[in-house]
């Protein structure tokens, strides 16, 4: 399972930088790889009518919808998790070996410090890669020398990228395959967590406050949805998601207060999924980069609700690797029926007619 983290980090790092040399070789897409991933492209070389806006045309997958990209992605993406789960329900090991360590344990204590161990100057690393290098190349364009608004929407288009990765990575912490795989104890694990997710609460501020600011120029009026305005849906989505965000760090910074600790962990999943649901309907390619959290997420309810105690690691692998093709089948039923609606000639990726 440390490999499958390891493999996980890695793609993550190497994600945007390669995105962006393939940019001639391969549909890649613009500003995160979106178009890429999701088939969209450039109005003004789309060879049909269907799927065709103001500013995407819908372009046919190679493979039950899925673009090349897409392709290259969801494999390099779920593959460790999938193979990491597969290790695990083959690996025979003894019931006192697969206890998590202890709290007293060097490795929880390291984790658990997350100041100036290795873990924080690794993620920290990553972080910065994550930043500046999308940061770079959006600066290098003469949009984002027009004036100090377009600088500060190139810093706030930037700083989802971290943010992205961040919430991709914050729920597997906690989950049990995680758990048993690292031989970890859940405070360790939880130390990692809030790690994440007050530096995930970082960067969407920075996002939200850059956005913020970009539409304020003009008085808001990409969050009215009238005069065939369809993707503005988008920026009201994405604010959305920032309230729902909102909510979700006052309750986790409320955590300790008598009339909430009973109601915490419930109240904190419920908005977690929340924000994740809003925040993939803002940002459409999180439903290929939250695969292996839901995964971990889905092998730890698995845990919790049909077997108890009597888990294992060998159940917890097999209900990992089962996760990740479940929502690898899931995935695969909604890009079929949605290629089949976008080439319908009525279709639109936000069609103008709709509202």
């Keep these: 399972m440390r490999t499958a983290v390891l493999c996980l980090l890695l793609v993550s790092a190497l994600y945007e930088p390669l995105r962006n040399s393939l940019w001639r070789v391969l549909e890649v897409g613009g500003v995160g790889g979106v178009g890429g991933l999701c088939n969209l492209g450039n109005p003004g070389t789309c060879s049909s009518l269907a799927g065709r806006t103001q500013n995407y045309c819908f372009i046919p997958g190679i493979v039950a919808g899925f673009t090349s990209m897409a392709i290259l992605v969801l494999i390099l993406w779920t593959l460790p998790m999938f193979l990491g789960g597969v290790r695990m329900a083959a690996t025979k090991t003894a019931s006192e070996e697969m206890e998590p360590q202890d709290e007293g344990d060097e490795m929880t ?3 658990l410090r997350c100041g100036t161990d290795g873990f924080t100057m690794l993620w920290n690393g990553l972080s910065a890669l ?16 027009q004036g100090i608004l377009n600088i500060i929407l190139g810093v706030a288009v930037a700083a989802a990228f971290p943010l992205s990765w961040h919430l991709s990575f914050v729920a597997l912490p906690l989950s049990s395959p995680l758990m048993l795989g690292l031989k970890l104890s859940r405070p360790s694990l939880m130390a990692i967590h809030k790690f994440l997710g007050f530096r995930s609460a970082f960067w969407g501020a920075l996002h939200v406050t850059g956005e913020i600011m970009w539409l304020a120029r003009s008085g808001f009026e990409n969050l009215s949805l009238s005069d065939a305005k369809g993707e503005n849906l988008l920026y009201i989505l994405g604010l959305a998601a920032a309230g729902i965000f909102l909510t979700h760090v006052l309750v986790a910074l409320a955590r300790r207060q008598s009339w909430l600790r009973p109601y915490f962990k419930e109240t904190h999943r419920v908005i977690a999924v929340l924000l994740l649901i809003t925040a993939t309907a803002h940002w459409w390619p999180f439903a290929f980069f939250l695969l292996p959290a839901a995964a971990a997420y889905g ?14 690691q060998q159940r917890m692998g097999a209900a990992l690797a089962s996760a990740v093709m479940g929502g690898l089948l899931g995935l695969i039923v909604v890009w079929v029926f949605r290629q089949e609606y976008m080439q319908r000639p009525s279709a639109g990726a936000l069609e103008e007619k709709t509202w």
């Design 109 to 111: 204590q390291v984790t």
């Design 130 to 145: 994550w930043f500046v290098v999308p940061l770079a190349y959006f600066l290098a364009d003469p949009f984002f020398h």
């Design 299 to 312: 092998a730890s309810t698995a845990e919790r609700v049909a077997w108890g105690a009597e888990g294992g």
